[in-house]
């Protein structure tokens, strides 16, 4: 129902752009976002944004990473100033509450996951 696409190999410095599209069966989502997921590490959140623009970030990503979204559910990750340390699948989630929430119990939908490398 989630479906996320852009993960890649790029160099530390470089950049990608992470999109995920809702299907149609999914109605009256309200906040959709980032999780990522390092080797050996728990899953934790990147970003999210509601349906009227509100975003959250990781400390951890502020100032590099930006969160977008269109009018038909798709949601955007672009990443700038890529770090080894952001190397993880990156997760997509959705969920028809509007908090903007940490808590992945909040979330009711989950992509698939794209895997980011960021090696030299």
């Known amino acids: 129902q989630l479906q996320a696409s852009g993960g890649g190999l790029v160099q530390p410095g470089g950049s990608l752009r992470l999109s995920c599209a809702a299907s149609?069966?999914?109605?009256?989502?309200?906040?959709m976002g980032w999780y990522r997921q390092a080797p050996g590490k728990q899953r934790e959140l990147v970003a999210v944004?509601?349906?009227?623009?509100?975003t959250k970030y990781a400390d951890s990503v502020k100032g590099r990473f930006t969160i977008s979204r269109d009018n038909k559910n798709t949601v955007y990750l672009q990443v700038n100033s890529l770090k080894p340390e952001d190397t993880a699948v990156y997760y997509c989630?959705?969920?028809?509450?509007?908090?903007?929430?940490?808590?992945?119990?909040?979330?009711?939908?989950w992509g698939q996951g794209t895997l980011v490398t960021v090696s030299s």
């Open positions: 149609g069966s999914i109605f009256s989502i309200n906040v």
């Open positions: 944004i509601s349906s009227g623009g509100s």
């Open positions: 989630a959705a969920r028809l509450g509007t908090r903007l929430s940490d808590a992945e119990s909040d979330y009711a939908y």
